[in-house]
Every structure is written in C-alpha cells, then in structure tokens.
C-alpha cells in the first residue's frame, strides 16, 4: 500500500510541475488532426461533408499560467461533398460534384488554461486560411480561378493535455472555425462560408 501511495503521489507531483508555466515561457508544437467540412449558405448547411485532415505546427506564449497567446500555421483540407457545379464553369450541364479546397490557414488564438494542473485549455480567436487550390472531383477541373484567396473567421477549440516528460505534454484537441467571408469570388447568389470541425492529437515541447 505504501509503494502505491508512493507511485501516486509521484504521478501527481510530475504532473504538477509538468504543466506549471511561467511569464514569458514559450511552447512550441506539432499536431495532425481529421477535418469535417462543408459550406453554409444564407443560414442553411450543406449536409454532406468533405473529409480531410490538418497538420501543422505552434507556438504557445505564455504571460501567466492561465493565459498564452497561441499562433498555428496548418496545411488544411476543406471543402464539401456532394454541391451544384454551374454548367458554364464546366462546359455542360449543372451537374453535383465534390469541391476540394486546400488552404494554409493561420489561427491567432487567446488561450485559457484551467483546472488544478491548467491541463485543460480552451482557445479562441480569428483565423486566416490562404487559398492552395481548388478542384471539383467529376472532372478534375482548377476551379481557383473561382475562389477568394482568403478566408476569413472565427477558430475555437477545447483541449486536455497530458505529460510525456517534464517539458513535453501530448495533447487531444476538439476544434471548430466558422468563415465570416464568402469563398466565392464575384458572387452573385447567396453567400457561401466555410465551416469545419476537427478532432486533433499532438504534442507540445
């Protein structure tokens, strides 16, 4: 029982001093995560969403435990599945196809950490995701041409960390950005904004 007591108590102290942050400490990070996405329209969603994933790396400023400000730079898939495709972008009928939207999105994040070992954090803040490409996947036509370079939102996320060693920590991350700008250029119907959630898993050092 002795040895137990021991272990735990060990256990609870490395966590303590595992995610113990002071002013002016900065965490780097690399994390891989699954998209869902897909597009509103004038309030209304579209049902089918466009599978992919995000990858990228960050950086954690801390000005207290409970506060840091946090940038990523991810390569991220968006997009959706089954949408109308305008004859004359193709050459032919109005048919539905899947849009395929890859971008470099960079979220600036305020960051909260709570809970008795600030393992939990919530974050929130804008974002901005530039343009990769575009394609629809019938016909495998560029459809950039098409499209704003920017998109613009809003980026939130609630995560838990957990120590790996004294300086590291690895991370289960749930995810969400709203776009408050239309992805298409020159629109003439209704606005069309991206939405996309995201379960991530990676670790800070």
Known sequence: MYKIFTAVAAVLCLSTAAFSQTKGTTKFGLQVGYN????????????????????????????????????????????????????????GATMITNYKLDYVSIPVLANWHFGRTKNWYLNFGPYVGILLNAKETRSDMDLKEYFNTADVGLDVGIGVQFPVSNASRFFIELNGQGG?????????????????????????F
């Open 36 to 91: 869902a996405s897909t597009v509103t329209a004038s309030g209304l969603t579209n049902s089918d969403y466009r599978s992919g994933f995000n990858a990228g790396v960050s950086a954690d400023h801390f000005f207290s435990d409970s506060w840091s400000l946090k940038v990523k730079a991810l390569y991220d898939q968006k997009g959706w599945d089954n949408g109308y495709i305008a004859g004359g972008m193709v050459g």
């Open 180 to 204: 408050v700008t239309d992805l298409i250029k020159d629109n003439q119907g209704s606005t069309l904004r991206s939405t996309v959630s995201s379960i991530n898993i990676g670790i800070n």
